[in-house]
């Protein structure tokens, strides 16, 4: 896959410096990116989509204009009413355990969650049960080695997820969103690798960093320069057809 060069990347940047301030253009922004990513490899018109973890509705809102059959499953009430929107037929559910039957979808999203949760490998296999065989997994995060991995406290978090929390208070006289341990969790890119390639119902279609606009592929074969280069891992999955043991 080969994304639109160092205009995109630098357009995403300014977006994600400006976060805070202008988070609808933000947002907007990289549901459009990613959802140009997924229609590369699979069509949407038509196509029941689940979006996991998506937040206010971004990412579902820019699937269905394509016109897919969205359905958003976010676990916080708070993230779903964020910054005054509503999504229709917004699911209150945890991605560990979502309401919907085994191969119901032709895609399955999930962007910058993985890092949110404490068993990345059973958020994994769920959006791999909800996937029908030859359907399409899109899962993308920030890894705790980024310079982004602190979200809101990078980039010192390298010196310590504490004392970067800790700076964030002094700076801003208020905690810090994310505390590592309870709602953001140290993801690595070469295990998560290493998970998704040992497992036998996935074809990993593509591993590269999401932004990056030259060597994206290459930076993720690169064992600790990786952890660091690669700033948001992007694994696009394909569900493997059932397999008859008779």
């Known amino acids: ?19 805070q301030s202008d ?27 689940l979006d996991i973890g998506g937040g206010s509705g971004h990412f579902t809102e820019e699937f269905r204009r394509r016109g897919a059959r969205c359905y958003l499953f976010e676990p916080d009430p708070a993230e779903l009413g964020a910054h005054g929107r509503r999504t229709p037929g917004a699911v209150l559910a945890d ?15 999930s ?12 958020f994994i296999s769920e959006m791999v049960r909800v996937t ?32 970067a929390r800790a700076r964030y208070e002094r700076k801003h006289g208020r905690p810090a969103k994310h505390t590592l341990g309870e709602n ?18 996935v074809q990993v279609v593509t591993a590269r960093s999401r932004y990056w606009p030259f060597l994206a592929g290459a930076i993720t074969r ?17 569900r493997c057809p059932h397999v008859d043991e008779h």
């Open 1 to 19: 896959m080969k994304d639109p060069s160092i205009r995109r990347s630098l357009t995403l940047f300014r977006a994600f410096m400006n976060e």
């Open 23 to 49: 988070p609808e253009h933000c947002y907007g922004l990289l549901a459009r990116d990613a959802v140009s990513q997924v229609e590369r490899y699979e069509p949407l018109d038509g196509r029941t989509v």
């Open 95 to 109: 991605g560990y355990l979502l309401p919907v039957a085994d191969g119901t979808a032709d895609v399955c999203f």
């Open 111 to 122: 962007s910058n969650v993985l890092e949110h949760v404490a068993d990345p490998q059973t």
């Open 132 to 163: 029908r065989p030859g359907g399409l997994i899109y899962l993308s995060f920030t890894n705790w080695y980024s310079p982004w991995g602190g979200h809101e406290t990078a980039p010192w978090h390298y010196l310590g997820a504490a004392r």
């Open 184 to 201: 953001l969790f140290a993801v690595h890119v070469g295990p998560t690798l290493r998970h998704v390639r040992a497992r036998d119902d």
């Open 222 to 238: 690169v064992p600790g320069v990786r952890e660091i280069a690669t700033w948001n891992l992007l694994l696009i999955l394909r």
